[in-house]
């Protein structure tokens, strides 16, 4: 049951309409904001947790908006906090701040690290097969993939790159050539 609480009738903690704690009907809620500062989730993982509330059973479940006050959506306090304690020691996101990654680039591999190492070996390989092939050959990102182990997707993503360097060594045109890797076979033309 969701209530609307009239605009003035509650207590603003700070004094402002916008304040992320105030009193409702003497009992303390807090806006979105502030479950977001106490749990230290982001806003897309704090509306996850509302919008999938009936997914969990009632002790990991969110709480229900206890009233909105300028489309502002306020929550029990002691219903959040009683929350996020279950939520802690039954799914273990004590931690959450770090949102279960590491802080980097936003750039993916390309920043460099563990898996800018792993990738260059690879590239280092196919290189080295393309060199020995005399140029690409349908199928070799699944064979190296066998062979060396990882996903053939890994492997054709290593190629894509070793292909270009590749080119560029012996000076030919990546598109000159049709390998039919992009999915589409040879046309033929009917002779008449």
């Not at 906090?81 to 939520?87: D, K, R």
């Amino acid at each position: 049951m969701m209530l609307r609480c009239a605009q003035g009738e509650g207590v603003s903690v700070m004094g402002e309409v916008g304040a992320p704690r105030r009193i409702e009907g003497g009992r303390w809620v807090v806006s979105r904001a502030w479950v977001m500062e106490f749990t230290g989730a982001s806003a897309a993982t704090v509306h996850r947790w509302y919008i999938q509330r009936d997914r969990y059973p009632e002790e990991r479940r969110f709480p229900e908006v206890a009233c909105t006050v300028d489309r502002t959506h306020f929550y029990d306090q002691e219903a959040v906090e009683a929350w996020w304690s279950a939520w802690r020691e039954d799914v273990g996101t004590g931690r959450l701040r770090a949102a279960g990654r590491r802080p980097g680039d936003g750039r993916g591999n390309q920043g460099g690290g563990h898996g800018r190492a792993q990738r260059d070996r690879a590239v280092a390989i196919v290189l080295a097969e393309l060199r020995q092939a005399g140029g690409y050959r349908r199928g070799m990102a699944a064979r190296l993939a066998r062979e060396h182990g990882g996903s053939e997707r890994s492997w054709q993503r290593a190629m894509t790159e070793a292909r270009a360097q590749y080119e560029d060594e012996h000076g030919q045109d990546p598109g000159g050539q049709d390998d039919g890797q992009d999915g589409a076979e040879p046309v033929l033309q009917p002779s008449l």
